[in-house]
């Protein structure tokens, strides 16, 4: 299971890249493997809509489950990947690379405060498992 | 074993039915409005009987063998309700007829919304839901209905506990109301005290499935009840698992007030390989003006010399109509069949034979199977499909190895709640001999898990087909057979 | 007793290894005031009793063979080749569950496959679900479709008149707890055009029906382009027999198409059980509820089917599923498959030419009668209105003197159309049938 150092985590499995003004999103390693094999990845909002910390801005459906995908925080959607909706099964292969799902503006950069880093979200996983 | 798709059956210009020539003047066809390609097959009757047939094959089924999947309640089909269905009498009437013509139906469907009332401890019945799920939305709109011709519109909330079946949630969205979940206790009951602290003048109702979905009966029934109906909360229960609890305990004596029952398990009417069902929804006193749009009901009580009048009426403050006409009449036909013969003690015995049955495969394979919540069941119970010793072995792997030993799998991964779930349902139509077979492949399947578990993995090895690539079927949908389709040189 | 095998024998040694000395003690759990009510239910009869009941009961109906039904409004009385109720009788099919197990169900998951294919092929759309309960139900769950295609964005629904009462009844019951606004239905004379008016960029659906209850037959291309300009999905209510002969909706630009399946070899059995028929598009696929089988191969290397798309159900999505039906209508739908298949390209045309040529033919002949009149405007097919000079009841009674089954009472939904009669002929009607009616109907105009 990878847990790249640099990027910050949600107890909800998305990780977040910051790259100064624009954050790139997607799921964890940890949450692909729990979902199986990916057959379906749907963004919904259009590039330039604002979402809340915590709206669900994708889907994601593996053949026995399915899971929403959320704003690690708030921001201006300002792409999507539209790979995904051919290629869904990088989401298993290359979750933190190709697989990512949305970039946006940062609308409060105060917000990555409360998430976790790589260290903290890999003590977490290991927790739920017991 | 693949049986061709009956479009790579079809030969142009090849018909499968005769019939009448035109004994009228002929009229234009509309013009611009006539469609100029109509791609159907073009094959023979013996062609379709055929391949019918061949499908038919392909299937396991209820008069095949022993179906135990749990909360399906795969009971005995009795074919005398196929012949009762299919009467010219019944089978040939129209659903807009006026009543005082097919007072025959009226009178049977009476009967059967007072039976379905008189076992649930109801004072109102509708017989129009067409699956269980529908059931359950209706009981939430009825419910919904209630607090607001009160003026109480504030109820918004849904309580589910986590043990039930997911249509619940679902039904409870469609309605327009919010779900919060509840988990819980040590012993599969309903957790009391996560249940006190959403105990508010917001709840709107709970839906109970009582057994619930591990097979038990809720041991604080009354204390879930009361918490409820103490904050002005309504009980919805979900009578999927009514097969439990014939001449029993009526859920409206426990204080139920709307629940559905489902006539496709408890009633013995067909599955019919996913319908149709039928989802009648009974009612206490306080909802009856609200039940779907129409019930039948007695227009004129009649005399000696005539006999009572039956109608359809719309209740006063009705929901509005959840289907088409009158419901699955053909489906209420055939659960009228079945109790109308079993009466009274034969409904009793349903009960008391299918709790037997399932106790007594419960008794013989919890030494084997890991019982979470190992107490007396009711009609099902639920195991643990893996083991610490065969780490690779999974419900997935017991499920379908079954098949090799003739039978149809129990329910796998649910409920949620227990890992590698498998939920066996036996019924009471299962014999003694059919069920100690199964306990037997049972048990030496626990032993290949252990001496043997590739042949698990890979299992089922004896039937026409392996396990399916469900991956790709998601990967590269193919929903549909069209032209473009034939035309690819492997799939001809 | 009536299919429980247990012998006492039995009995004995399994409470014992139940370890319980009686049934009732299996009971403990159950609260004791409430537990074994005395029931007032009837006493058991045997199977021959039960034959002999029923066939009494059956006999106090009046049905449609012993009468010429000229009754239809959304249940038609059409012939059924026998091959139909053969294959519904095969155990394997109607005895067996939903088909979770794909390695020992393939006979209802090919069959289903062949359903959606062919009902996609005859709706001229891209796909089709494994169907749901009726067309009324199928409706609804189109609106669902729209709500959440438009993420809740827009809340209203334009529905035309002419659709079936029950139907647009259905639909609002369906969604009395959303807060949508349901217009277009108010005049009994609005037509598809007029409700091209009524699009705007809070209309989330539009919904007409093809040929519509009244029977009319209308070119729907200007509502669908409507419909597209303003954002809006386009829903067609069919009757899947009259696409024997009929333009697909495909062809009008439809999003969506319902109706009930009832007319493919389904017999009327007092309304139900029938089939809700359900396609659409493409990519509105993964919003569609209901059931989808797909196809795939399995591990020998064979072609197969199983369920797919399953994550957009409520067994894993619970309360943010599409919708909460879990079964298809199975047996109906495979009735409908049969029929399809058996009637094949030309039967089905034959069947829909002969319906039309029939009710026309009825329709010119009671219009030439003194008092009645012909209300319909546009082409219809096999179902059209009748302006009667008394009402419609009166009417239906005394056709059933001569072993008539009057047509549907419009006055009964539709105030403005108080002593109209909707007529339907099918190709059951024989010439002479019609000609019954006709010198029926002459007679009781002049009573």
């Keep these: 299971m990878e847990y790249p150092k640099d990027l910050k985590y949600t107890e909800s499995d998305e990780w977040v890249r910051v790259e100064g003004k624009i954050s790139t999103t997607g799921i964890s390693d940890y949450a692909q493997d729990q979902l199986s094999d990916i057959v379906y990845v749907e963004t919904n909002p259009p590039v330039g809509e604002s979402l809340q910390k915590g709206e669900t801005h994708s889907a994601v459906e593996s053949v026995k489950a399915a899971a929403d995908v959320n704003m690690p925080i708030s921001g201006v959607i300002t792409e999507i990947n539209e790979n995904l909706a051919d290629t869904p099964e990088l989401v298993n292969t290359d979750p933190y690379g190709e697989a990512w799902m949305v970039k946006f503006e940062i609308s409060d950069p105060s917000e990555l405060d409360g998430l976790m880093d790589a260290a903290a979200y890999e003590k977490f996983n290991k927790e739920r498992e017991h | ?492 | 007793m009536t299919y429980i095998p247990h012998t006492d024998k039995d009995r004995q040694e399994m409470l014992a290894v139940v370890g319980v000395d009686r049934l009732d003690d299996l009971y403990e759990a159950i609260p004791e005031n409430v537990r074994f009510p005395d029931l007032n239910l009837p006493d058991p009869i045997s199977e021959m009793e039960v034959t002999q009941e029923l066939q009494a009961l059956s006999e106090a109906n009046l049905e449609v063979f012993h009468t010429s039904c000229f009754l239809g409004a959304g249940a038609y009385n059409h012939f059924i080749p026998s091959v139909v109720d053969h294959t519904l009788r095969r155990n394997e099919f109607y005895t067996a569950y939903t088909p979770y197990q794909p390695e020992i169900s393939q006979g209802t998951l090919q069959a289903t496959f062949e359903y959606q294919s062919l009902m996609a092929q005859l709706t001229g759309m891209d796909v089709s679900n494994a169907s749901h309960y009726d067309g009324a139900t199928a409706l609804a769950e189109a609106v669902i479709l729209a709500l959440n295609h438009h993420r809740g964005k827009r809340n209203k629904i334009v529905i035309s008149p002419a659709i079936h009462p029950h139907y647009r009844q259905v639909v609002r019951t369906y969604t009395q707890g959303m807060g949508l606004t349901i217009t277009g239905d108010e005049k009994c004379e609005t037509e598809p055009k007029d409700l091209v008016k009524m699009l705007d960029e809070d209309t989330a659906l539009v919904t007409v029906q093809y040929p519509d209850f009244f029977g009319n037959i209308t070119d729907l291309s200007a509502l669908g382009e409507a419909a597209q300009a303003s954002g809006a999905l386009f829903c067609v209510v069919i009757n899947p027999l009259a696409l024997g002969m009929l333009v697909p909706p495909g062809d009008f630009g439809a999003d969506i198409v319902v109706g009930d399946g009832q007319p493919l070899g389904i017999s009327l059995s007092y309304g139900g059980p029938t089939v809700g028929i359900f396609t659409t598009k493409d990519k509105y696929v993964r919003k569609m509820a209901g059931r989808l089988v797909g196809e795939t191969v399995d591990s020998r290397g064979q072609r197969g089917y199983v369920l797919t798309l399953t994550p957009r159900e409520q067994h894993i999505r619970r309360d943010k599923a599409t919708s909460n039906i879990c079964t298809n209508q199975g047996l109906m739908a495979l009735a409908s498959a049969v029929y399809l298949s058996v009637m094949g390209k030309q039967g089905l045309r034959r069947v829909a030419e002969l319906c039309y040529h029939k009710a026309h033919y009825a329709a010119e002949r009671i219009d030439a009668l003194k008092g009645f009149t012909l209300w319909n405007k546009h082409p219809f097919f096999h179902e059209f209105v009748i302006k009667c000079p008394r009402p419609v009841a009166e009417i239906n009674e005394r056709l059933l003197e001569w072993d008539i089954l009057g047509g549907y009472d419009l006055g009964q939904e539709y105030p403005d159309l108080k002593d109209h009669m909707l007529v339907a002929v099918t190709e059951v009607i024989a010439k002479e049938e019609i000609d019954d009616l006709v010198a029926a109907l002459e007679e009781v105009s002049n009573d």
């Design chain 2, 1 to 492: 074993m693949t049986e061709p798709l009956i479009y790579e059956l079809s030969s142009p210009g090849r018909k499968g039915v005769s019939l009448p020539a035109v004994d009228v003047p002929e009229t234009t066809l509309p013009e611009g409005l006539v469609r100029v390609e109509l791609p159907l097959p073009e094959v023979a009757e013996n062609d379709v009987v055929r391949h019918f047939m061949r499908l038919s094959q392909l299937n396991y089924s209820v008069d095949t063998g022993f179906y135990p999947l749990g909360s399906c309640t795969m009971k005995y089909n009795p074919k005398v309700n196929e012949d009762m269905a299919r009467l010219p009498g019944f089978a040939l009437t129209h659903p807009l007829q006026d009543p005082d013509t097919a007072q025959g139906n009226l009178a049977m469907m009476y009967a059967l919304q007072d039976w379905l009332m008189e076992i649930g401890g109801f004072a109102g019945v509708s017989l129009q839901p067409a699956a269980g799920a529908h059931g359950e939305m209706t009981g939430i709109l009825i419910i919904r209905a209630y607090h607001h011709d009160r003026g109480d519109k504030g109820r918004n909330k849904i309580l589910i506990p986590d043990s039930a079946h997911g249509t619940n949630p679902a039904s409870t969205t469609m309605s327009g109301m919010d779900v919060i979940e509840i988990p819980s206790d040590a012993r599969g009951n309903i957790d009391l005290d996560e249940l006190k602290k959403h105990c508010d003048e917001s709840v709107a109702g709970l839906m109970l499935t009582n057994p619930n979905t591990l097979g038990l009966f809720e041991e604080h029934v009354q204390e879930v009840i009361d918490l409820v109906h103490g904050c002005g909360g309504l009980i919805y229960g979900d009578g999927a698992n009514m097969n439990a609890l014939l001449g029993v305990v009526r859920p409206g004596d426990l204080g139920i007030d709307v629940l559905h029952y489902n006539l496709h398990k408890t009633f013995s009417t067909p599955h019919g390989g996913g319908g149709p069902g039928s989802g009648p929804v009974g009612v206490a006193e306080k909802l009856v003006d609200f039940l779907p749009d129409p019930v039948v009901g007695i227009v004129d009580e009649g005399d000696e010399d005539k006999p009572p009048l039956y109608g359809l009426i719309t209740p006063v403050k009705s929901i509005g109509r959840v289907k088409a006409f009158h419901g699955h009449f053909g489906v209420i036909l055939r659960a009228y069949t079945y109790m109308r013969m079993l009466g009274k003690s034969g409904l009793r015995a349903v009960s008391d034979y299918a709790v037997l049955n399932a106790n007594y495969l419960l008794a013989k394979l919890r030494d084997t199977y890991k019982v979470p919540f190992d107490r007396i069941c009711m009609h099902e119970f639920v195991a643990e499909g893996h083991w610490d010793d065969a780490p690779d072995i999974h419900a997935l792997d017991i499920a379908k190895r079954l098949m090799d030993y003739g039978f149809h799998p129990p329910t796998n991964y649910f409920p949620l709640i227990v890992p590698e779930a498998l939920m066996i349902e036996p019924t009471e139509t299962e014999s003694k001999e059919s069920l100690d077979v199964f306990i037997e492949a049972m048990l030496a399947i626990a032993k290949e898990a252990r001496e043997d578990p590739d042949t698990l993995k890979s299992a089922p090895h004896k039937t026409l087909f392996g396990r399916m690539d469900e991956v790709q079927a998601a990967r590269q949908l193919v929903l549909c057979c069209r032209p473009s389709y034939l035309d690819k040189p492997d799939n001809k």
